[in-house]
């Protein structure tokens, strides 16, 4: 009998070690010089491929070029991957692009933590996320959640984008073919700006989302996003759309670093909710205005000033929303503001 559960052990050790070396974890280096990949382009494909498996590690050691979307596909099929996790190693790195299309591509990829953060520590937005693309292709963007991409996270990151889809954001979430939505993502503690201030985006935050499988359970909070109302048309910070359903927006500071100088006669709303049939949001803490984080005053001008060189409406904050659960607006502060129109339009906080 011993010599019999000995062997027994033995076989299913050697299973057991069979199945960790098949999805071994992997750490590797991404950068233009000297790193395994250089690209982050080239280390996501190598994990769709299975190259790369388990627990992945993508340390940034120096700035990349993408001349190509970065996609990241799920876990299943040839990639066998549990969590993926991006960050860089020392400070003032880019992974940049002019991509008519994301940049950035988590395509049904779950689990992913991109963190600016060097060596994910401190509390510093370090490292730099930025598609230069003025193109209003369809679902240009530096940052796209689709398929299904769910309980992943980017924070501590400077994320910039000029997109002039009408239909995206530099921050997007997409439909979904799978079964849910993008659910249960986070972006948080992040700036969100343009990436050059003549080309501003349309959307800094843009979600639409699929019937039957709405966005849902998304966070974003703590965000700086500045400098993104758009001078030529109609513009938003956050603009969730149809087929979204309970989102938390809360902490995040609103504002424009410098005096405001349309060119057209566009609406701006700094957070607008339009879905027939979403429930269940949560908008708090908060700030719209000023110059600065928190309705601050440490930009060029103290406020947030736009000019009467024309005329503008403007929302600070807009819902229309299904019925159900209910939605919750408070604790939001809207200050430092001064806003002039060539005659008369609507001001509404």
């Known amino acids: 009998m011993n010599r019999i559960f000995t062997l027994s052990s033995a076989v ?65 099929g040839s990639s066998s991957y549990s969590n993926v996790t991006v960050y860089p190693t020392v400070s003032g790195l880019s992974i940049s692009g002019d991509i008519a299309a994301p940049l950035i591509d988590l395509n049904g990829a779950d689990n992913v933590r991109i963190d600016g953060r060097v060596n994910t520590m401190g509390s510093t937005k370090d490292m730099v996320i930025s598609n230069a693309s003025t193109s209003s292709t369809l679902g240009t963007s530096t940052i796209r959640f689709i398929n299904d991409a769910l309980n992943n996270t980017v924070a501590y990151c400077t994320i910039k984008g000029s997109t002039t889809d009408a239909t995206a954001g530099i921050i997007f979430f997409s439909v979904s073919s799978g079964t849910t939505g993008n659910d249960n993502n986070l972006i948080d503690n992040n700036n969100i700006t343009n990436s050059a201030d003549p080309n501003r985006p349309l959307s800094a935050v843009y979600s639409a989302g699929t019937s039957s499988k709405e966005n849902s359970s998304n966070t974003v909070s ?97 819902l229309s929303v299904g019925t159900g659960t209910v939605s919750n607006i408070k604790g939001n502060i809207i200050k430092n503001i001064s806003y002039a129109n060539s005659t008369n339009a609507s001001w509404i906080g």
């Open 12 to 76: 299913l050790f050697a299973a057991i070690l069979f199945v960790q070396i098949g999805k071994a974890d992997a750490t590797k280096t991404v950068g233009t010089n000297g790193a395994d990949y250089a690209t982050l382009k080239s280390a996501f494909d190598a994990i769709n491929a299975g190259t790369l498996t388990g627990a992945v590690t993508l340390q940034v050691i120096d700035n990349t070029t993408e001349t190509a979307s970065a996609v990241l596909n799920a876990s299943g």
């Open 222 to 318: 703590n965000n700086n996003i500045y400098d993104f109302l758009s001078r030529s048309t109609t513009s938003a910070g956050i603009s969730l759309g149809a087929n979204n359903t309970t989102w938390t927006i809360s902490g995040n500071s609103f504002y424009e670093t410098a005096s405001f100088v349309p060119s057209g006669t566009g609406t701006y709303n700094v957070i607008i909710i339009n879905t027939t049939s979403g429930t269940g949001f949560s908008i708090s803490g908060n700030y719209i205005g000023g110059s600065s984080p928190d309705c601050g005053s440490a930009g060029s001008v103290p406020v947030l000033t736009k000019t009467n060189s024309n005329n503008n409406s403007f929302t600070a904050i807009s």
